[in-house]
């Protein structure tokens, strides 16, 4: 079965603080995203990868920074967390021919 | 680039009831996607379109794709409370991995 792992479900951290959201899926997928989701704003792509390696901004990056050194991790760090990045992460992943993305089970995180 | 508008934002209706909610799209969207969403929960793929007049069914939802129109339409069949949730449309473009999310519709079923 399709499996997206967040190892964080819920988070609260200081502003200022370097937060670090870890993805993981075991489905030897290419591509993996990086979403937020905020009410009344549905889903804002941060940022996304093709592949090991590489990265590519979404609609929202300010603020955020990725790195994919492994397949199957995909990593979404704060560099300095704001009160602003309080919200609901999901990361999602898929593979480069097909049809669905899956998404991971969200974190959520508060800053304060 | 691609926009994806949803109507209604939120939707409340009796049991038994069918009703239907809308997806437009701005511009050429190789592939619309609809999932449905529980509170406090992930996405959860519900369909895939991919071609124009493409209609996919499951249960009492059925999805339809009309390109031309730029529209696709998740119809509820007989609601059940079951189906409470929020729904999201999603379109994406051939050649970039950029998948855009309609803001979502809240479906509440009422016994």
């Not at chain 1, 990868?49 to 050194?69: F, L, N």
């Not at chain 1, 999602?92 to 021919?97: H, K, P």
């Not at chain 2, 509820?76 to 449309?89: E, W």
Request: hydrophobic share 35%; aromatic share 12%.
């Amino acid at each position: 079965d399709v499996k997206v792992t967040q190892s964080s479900r819920y988070l609260v951290k200081r502003t200022g603080e370097k937060v670090f959201l870890e993805c993981v899926q075991d489905m030897d997928h290419e591509n993996m995203f990086w979403y937020r989701q905020d009410p009344g704003l549905g889903l804002r792509l941060i940022y996304f990868s093709y592949d090991v390696k590489m990265k590519e901004k979404g609609d929202i990056p300010e603020g955020y920074s990725v790195s994919r050194e492994k397949k199957e991790r995909f990593s979404l760090i704060l560099e300095s967390a704001s009160t602003n990045q309080t919200s609901m992460y999901l990361c999602a992943s898929r593979s480069s021919g097909g049809n669905t993305i899956y998404f991971g089970e969200g974190s959520w995180l508060t800053v304060v | 680039e691609l926009k994806v508008e949803q109507n209604p934002l939120f939707l409340s209706m009796q049991e038994g009831k069918n009703y239907t909610i809308y997806c437009n799209y701005s511009t050429t969207s190789d592939r619309l996607y609809w999932y449905r969403q529980d509170p406090g929960k992930s996405l959860e793929s519900l369909f895939v379109l991919l071609s124009n007049g493409a209609v996919k069914q499951e249960g009492r939802l059925m999805a339809s794709l009309d390109t031309k129109a730029r529209l696709s339409t998740l119809h509820i069949t007989a609601a059940v409370h079951d189906l409470s949730a929020t729904y999201f449309c999603a379109g994406d473009t051939s050649g970039t991995y950029k998948y855009i999310f309609g803001t979502g519709t809240r479906l509440k079923v009422l016994a």
